[in-house]
């Protein structure tokens, strides 16, 4: 045989006895293949020891397989003969997930069938749409896309006004806009979180930036610069040739980012987030794995989007890369164990060789007014000028001289344009 040894894709079972169980297997991997192979005649190590054949033979496990296995499936089953052994292959595939074997659903994992719960069938049910956030409706129909046009501009592409909402994928097929529609829309309640806490745990907050409410590669974009802000760099004088120490490599987080965003549930529209400590960054998204995909395979690198219509804008845009080296490429600087995975959240931990340093903002030499707005914005980088005027009550003049004041003094800088870039407060 050119198969050697079971696999995903592949069930070997020994004798005919063993029936049940490879109806189990095979429900197993055509959920999570959508196709599957069973060999009968072959030991667990590839030892081909044959079957015995009789009239009723390929009947019965063709009967077996209509009334044991829902949805119908039809299978293929042949006889092939190795030396004077014969052995039965029985193949099928379908798209109906997902199958269950006896009223119950299983789902491959290696080489080895994993019985799953109703959730998990709901999820698999769910996949039958390819991409969650293209088949959901969204539930505010006044959308614009100004931002999202913009960002094609800039990567020099052809567009079409006429045509453009619909190559995007972001129409359902009833033509109303989609959930990923709302997402990348010039207005939408979904906010993404960068916040800095003191010290090695949660405790204390000594910032909350909040990127959103506007076309989600943006917010995206906006939250990965502020982060990499904060990359310090520590010279090493220990060794005779001088030694640049970054407090974490950017690449990795790039990638940890970029996936958190493509593996988040979005259908929940909770958004992935950046928690910084003195320590570590922590990057969250929501949803773990999906059911069809392994760890083996994630860790491999095999590229397994939750949100497909999301990977295709944002690869276009030069967001995001194809060929699914992220988790590798984190792998090679921080290990496996930056990777903490479970059913509802994938957590990507960046340690720093130093601690970050972090001290109090100095308020020497300011007026009372200077303070307010300084205060406001190390709590919050990203604040508005309305916001300051609401948290100072000051008026919008007189915000906007303390902001100049402020530029002057070397207390603060801005970071990006004045519609999506952010205030940095100088130590």
Same mark, same amino acid.
């Given at each position: ?151 094609? *501009? ?5 567009? =079409? ?5 619909? @190559?995007?994928? /972001?129409? %359902? !097929?009833?033509? +109303? ?67 640049? *120490? ?5 690449? =990795? ?5 970029? @996936?958190?965003? /493509?593996? %988040? !549930?979005?259908? +929940? ?159």
């Amino acid at each position: 045989m050119e198969i050697k040894r079971e696999t995903e894709f592949v069930e070997f079972k020994e004798s005919l006895s063993q029936l049940s169980r490879a109806l189990e297997s095979l429900v197993a991997m055509i959920n999570k293949h959508g196709n599957a192979i069973v060999y009968f005649g072959v030991k667990d190590n590839g030892e081909i020891v044959g079957v015995k054949v009789g009239n009723k033979t390929m009947k019965d496990i063709s009967q077996a397989v209509s009334e044991r296995i829902k949805p119908l499936l039809v299978p293929r089953i042949t006889e092939e003969l190795y030396g004077d052994k014969v052995i039965i292959k029985l193949e099928a595939s379908g798209t109906n997930t997902p199958y269950s074997s006896d009223g119950n659903y299983f789902i491959r994992s290696g080489n080895e069938n994993r019985k799953i719960d109703p959730d998990t069938m709901r999820q698999l049910i769910f996949r039958n749409s390819n991409d969650n956030i293209v088949e959901i409706e969204s539930f505010n129909q006044d959308l614009t896309f100004t931002q999202l046009w913009q960002l094609y *501009i800039l990567r020099d592409f052809t567009l =079409s006004k006429d045509t453009f909402v619909k @190559n995007t994928g /972001l129409l %359902t !097929r009833n033509n +109303k806009y989609n959930l990923l529609g709302y997402l990348l829309a010039d207005n939408n309640d979904v906010s993404i979180k960068v916040i800095r806490f003191k010290g090695l745990d949660k405790t204390e907050i000594i910032s909350r930036n909040e990127f959103g409410y506007k076309c989600l590669l943006l917010a995206f974009q906006n939250a990965l610069e502020y982060t990499l802000s904060y990359n310090e760099t520590k010279v090493d004088m220990s060794q005779i040739v001088r030694k640049e *120490i970054k407090l974490f490599d950017e690449s =990795s987080l790039r990638e940890a980012w970029s @996936n958190a965003c /493509l593996h %988040t !549930r979005w259908d +929940k529209l909770i958004s992935p987030a950046i928690y910084i400590f003195d320590d570590r960054i922590e990057v969250i998204s929501t949803g773990g794995l999906p059911i069809d995909y392994s760890e083996e395979d994630f860790y491999s690198g095999i590229s397994h989007p939750i949100n497909r219509g999301l990977q295709k804008i944002m690869g276009q845009l030069g967001l995001v890369e194809q060929t699914g080296h992220g988790v590798p490429e984190i792998i090679k600087h921080y290990g496996k164990e930056a990777f903490t995975l479970n059913d509802n959240y994938i957590n990507v931990t960046l340690k720093f060789p130093f601690l970050l340093v972090h001290g109090e903002t100095s308020y020497s030499e300011l007026n009372s007014s200077q303070i307010k707005v300084l205060k406001a914005i190390s709590i919050k980088p990203s604040i508005k000028t309305q916001e300051l005027c609401d948290v100072t009550g000051l008026g919008i003049s007189r915000i906007n001289e303390l902001i100049k004041e402020l530029k002057e003094l070397n207390r603060i800088k801005r970071v990006g344009s004045n519609k999506t870039g952010y205030w940095e407060v100088l130590k």
